[in-house]
């Protein structure tokens, strides 16, 4: 019966997936029916101390990475923790936008130091939040692992980069949060693709249905959040209700070139676009 419901649910989001849209235009109201937000200065926060790391020892990486004077602040602060930088003025829908889950894997937080290049000085309507590196010092020395353990398999043990990142989003009310990564020619899933869950958030799967469509990434639906990936830092991000979808781009672990770069950010940009925050 169970089953049954969740086909018809299914079913019902794709065959609705315009529909959807349509509903999320409660939210869109609410950002038209304020002026777009006056430009904005970017504001910095650490949120985990824990994690500080020298992103310019990694070279590749800062090739990549526009040195204007606020992404010169966001690496320097980075060697005191995890940065959190915040674009627009509460108005709207929020949003959270994860890079660096995985120290060794580069395009998104290039795409994410790309991002707030874009954002900085622009009009939004609706706030944006970016971590570019979710622990610093593995982006700074391309590791993947932290202290023995997939960061991005316990966002549900207390304390952990990942877990800080889940309650960063609680306490911030976002309305979703998109956790950006890049996979192996030949890994898992080791194609462009957007993950999504559609219990307990049908809201995730209606996101990646979007990003999927503006990007020509493969979406890839689970019925439940946190059964594949218990841990993961989208399916934690669902079970607490708040929407997530993983985004992933094809880049073997460790390097990086622009196309890369640009498949990323693109996905960041439908995310925000799916929110008409752009
Ligand atoms: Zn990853």
């Known amino acids: 019966m169970f089953q049954k419901i969740l086909i018809f649910l299914s079913l019902f989001l794709i065959s609705a997936s315009p529909v959807s849209a349509a509903n999320n235009t409660t939210t869109i109201t609410t950002a038209n029916s304020v002026s777009t937000s006056p430009v904005t200065t970017a504001k910095i926060t650490i949120i985990n101390k824990a994690t500080g790391g020298d992103i310019s020892k990694n070279s590749l990486l800062m ?56 954002l900085n000085g622009k009009s939004i309507k609706g706030t944006v939040y970016v971590v570019p590196f979710v622990i610093p010092y593995n982006t700074a020395h391309k590791l993947r692992y932290w202290h023995g353990k997939n960061p991005n398999e ?7 980069p990942t877990n800080v990142i889940v309650n960063l989003a609680a306490k911030l009310h976002v309305n979703a949060l998109g956790d950006f990564h890049s996979t192996q020619p030949g890994g898992v899933p080791g194609k462009k693709s957007v993950f999504s869950t559609l219990v307990p958030t049908p809201k995730s799967y209606s996101i990646a249905w979007y990003i999927s469509k503006k990007t020509g990434s ?19 991000s669902n079970l607490r209700g708040i929407p997530a979808v993983t985004c992933e781009v094809i880049s073997t672990h460790g390097t990086l070139n622009l196309s890369k770069v640009n498949n990323s950010f693109n996905q960041m940009i439908a995310f925000l676009k799916y929110f008409k925050i752009l």
């Open 154 to 160: 316990i966002a549900n043990i207390y304390g952990s």
């Open 218 to 236: 493969n979406l890839i639906m689970y019925k439940k959040a946190g059964t594949e990936y218990p841990g993961a830092l989208e399916d934690v």
């Open 63 to 118: 090739n990549y990475i526009k040195k204007t004077v606020l992404a010169k602040q966001i690496i320097s602060k980075a060697k005191y923790g995890t940065p959190l930088i915040k674009f627009g003025n509460g108005k709207g829908p929020i949003v959270l936008i994860v890079a660096g889950v995985h120290g060794n894997e580069l395009p998104a937080p290039a795409a994410a130091m790309k991002l707030i290049n874009y």
